[in-house]
């Protein structure tokens, strides 16, 4: 195992919204399961990784949605991407070429920071500040009017790629 295709758990990664945190705990376990996996057992325990990044990710779109923050938001955009090329490493490695696997984990272990660090880090205060309690999926106060639901910020200037 090397400390490239791995990641560690540290306060950074602590969001502050108990099921987003604990989530990203097991994304993380699984990350690090998938490279200290034989080779025989590599593709099983990636494409656990990869069904929970299904989960993962349509956790936090589910709450967006709730939030009526719209589909076309980079947030999902990313999402998107990386579940697009999860899956074709899953499709190649089924096909007999299991050595992507070990690419796609080092660019998840380059991209999860980033992404924690900036999209779920600003959905994590937006649903905050719109009351909405991920435990329960509910609004504290009631769903927010449409009219109130502005994007969060994502970091990016309008008009650039955020993926
Ligand atoms: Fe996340
Ligand atoms: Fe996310």
């Given at each position: 195992?090397?400390?490239?295709?791995?990641?560690?758990?540290?306060?950074?990664?602590?969001?502050?919204?108990?099921?987003?945190?604990?989530?990203?705990?097991?994304?993380?376990?699984?990350?690090?399961?998938?490279?200290?996996?034989?080779?025989?057992?590599?593709?099983?325990?990636?494409?656990?990784?990869?069904?929970?990044?299904?989960?993962?990710?349509?956790?936090?779109?589910?709450?967006?949605?709730?939030?009526?923050?719209?589909?076309?938001?980079?947030?999902?955009?990313?999402?998107?991407?990386?579940?697009?090329?999860?899956?074709?490493?899953?499709?190649?490695?089924?096909?007999?070429?299991?050595?992507?696997?070990?690419?796609?984990?080092?660019?998840?272990?380059?991209?999860?920071?980033?992404?924690?660090?900036?999209?779920?880090?600003?959905?994590?205060?937006?649903?905050?500040?719109?009351?909405?309690?991920?435990?329960?999926?509910?609004f504290?106060d009631g769903a927010?009017?449409?009219?109130?639901?502005?994007?969060?910020?994502?970091?990016?200037?309008?008009?650039?790629?955020?993926?």
């Amino acid at each position: 195992m090397t400390a490239a295709n791995t990641l560690s758990w540290n306060d950074a990664f602590v969001l502050g919204d108990a099921r987003t945190d604990h989530t990203h705990q097991e994304f993380i376990d699984l990350v690090n399961a998938t490279t200290a996996a034989a080779p025989e057992k590599k593709l099983a325990v990636y494409q656990e990784l990869l069904a929970h990044t299904v989960e993962h990710f349509a956790q936090e779109e589910r709450w967006m949605t709730a939030c009526g923050i719209p589909a076309d938001f980079c947030h999902f955009g990313q999402h998107n991407s990386v579940l697009e090329v999860m899956k074709e490493v899953e499709r190649r490695a089924l096909a007999g070429e299991p050595a992507y696997i070990g690419s796609m984990i080092e660019a998840l272990v380059e991209w999860f920071p980033m992404h924690a660090s900036s999209m779920d880090t600003g959905l994590v205060t937006y649903l905050q500040e719109k009351g909405f309690d991920t435990a329960t999926e509910t609004f504290k106060d009631g769903a927010p009017a449409a009219t109130e639901a502005a994007v969060p910020s994502c970091g990016h200037e309008p008009g650039h790629s955020c993926t």
